[in-house]
C-alpha cells in the first residue's frame, strides 16, 4: 500500500479546527479507496510559536518540510503579531522557497452554497484562477528612506522576469487546453507601463503556440466589474500576484464565501512539496469556539488528494461537500446552521461514504 506523509501545519485561530476536519476527511477518503494511506506530522509553528521563539518557524523549518509529499496549512495570523511578519516568515517563505509557483483558486458556486448575485445562475459562476505565486509586488523588493521625516521615501518594487511571466502563463494555456476551456489574462497595460505591458505582451506570445485555446484579455477594474455582472466570461484566468489575490477574495465572496473557499499552491516540478490551505485566515474572533466553517480547508484536502493522484476520489469529496449545503442539514452559523464544525467535517465524511459506494 502506497503511504503519503503529509506535512500539518495547523497554524493560528481557526487554523487547527478546521485542519483536524480536513485530516478526518482525508484519512476516510483513504480508507474508502483502500490502495493508500496518509501519514500526518504536525509542525506547531505560527503566530503563538513566534511569540514564544522570535520567529514564525524553526530556523531550519524548510529543510523539514523537504521530507514530504505535501504541506497542509490551516490558518496564519494573529493579534499581536504584524501581518507582514506572519506572511513573510511562514507562508511567503513555504512559497518562495520552494518555488510554489503557481497558486490555483477554484472560484466555483457549488450546488445549495449562497449565491449573492441576482439573476445570475449557478453554473455560470465557475472560474479556475491560475495566479504568478512568487514574483510581482510580493517579491519583497523595494527601500524605505529618511524613516518618519518629512521627506521620507517609500518605494515598493514589483518584480517580473520572462522566466517567471512566461512558465506561469504557459501553465494557465496548458490547464485550458487540457480542460477544453477559455483562457483569460487580467492585468493593467494602460497605466503600469512597464510590468503589465511585458505580461500582456508574453501573454499575447504565448497564445500563438496554442491556436485552440480561446483566449480573452481584460484591465484588472474591468474585470473585477465583470466577474460581478457577467461572470461567464471567466472560465480559467491567469493573472499577477497581487491582482491574483485580490480578485480570489472576491471571487470568493461570490461563490458562497470564504468558508468555502480553497486554495493549493504548486510546485509544478514536484521538486519541492506543494502546499494546500483554506484561504479564509485565522479568524481569531471566532477561534477556540468550535463554530468555524471546516468546508474550505476540506476543499483544499480534496487539491490535495487530487495532486497526489486522485482526481476521482476529489470530485467525489466535492459532491459530499455539494450535499451537505444541499440538504442544510449540518451547517455553521456562517452559512445559516447552528451546526460544530466538527459535526460538519463528520456529515462530509458520511455523504463521502455514501457516493463512493454507490459509484463504485
Known sequence: MKTYKVAVIPGDGI?????????????????????????????????????EHGRMMDEDGTNALMQYDAIYLGAVGFPGVPDHISLWDLLLRIRKEFDQYVNIRPIKLLRGAPNILKNIKEENIDMLFIRENSEGEYSGAG???????????????????????????????????????????????????????FWDEVFEEIGKEYPDVQTASYLVDAAAMLMIKQPHRFEVVVTSNLFGDILTDLGAAIAGGLGLAAGANINPDRIYPSMFEPIHGSAPDIAGQGIANPLAAIWSAGQLLEFLGYRNLAEKLIAAIEHVLVESMVLTPDLGGTSSTSEVGSQVVEKLSEIYKVTN
Not at 163 to 192: C, Q, V
Request: glycine letters at 8%.
Open 15 to 51: 487554523g487547527p479546527e478546521v485542519i483536524n476536519e480536513g485530516i478526518k476527511v482525508i484519512e476516510a477518503a483513504a480508507s474508502l479507496e483502500g490502495t493508500f494511506q496518509v501519514e500526518f506530522t504536525n509542525f506547531p509553528w505560527g503566530c503563538e510559536y513566534y511569540l
Open 143 to 197: 527601500e524605505r528612506l529618511f524613516r518618519g521625516k518629512p521627506e521620507e521615501i517609500v518605494m515598493q518594487t514589483g518584480i517580473f522576469t520572462r522566466k517567471g511571466t512566461e512558465r506561469i502563463i504557459r501553465y494557465a494555456f496548458e490547464t485550458a487546453r487540457n480542460l477544453n476551456k477559455s483562457l483569460t489574462s487580467i492585468s493593467k497595460g494602460n497605466a503600469l507601463n512597464y510590468s503589465m505591458v
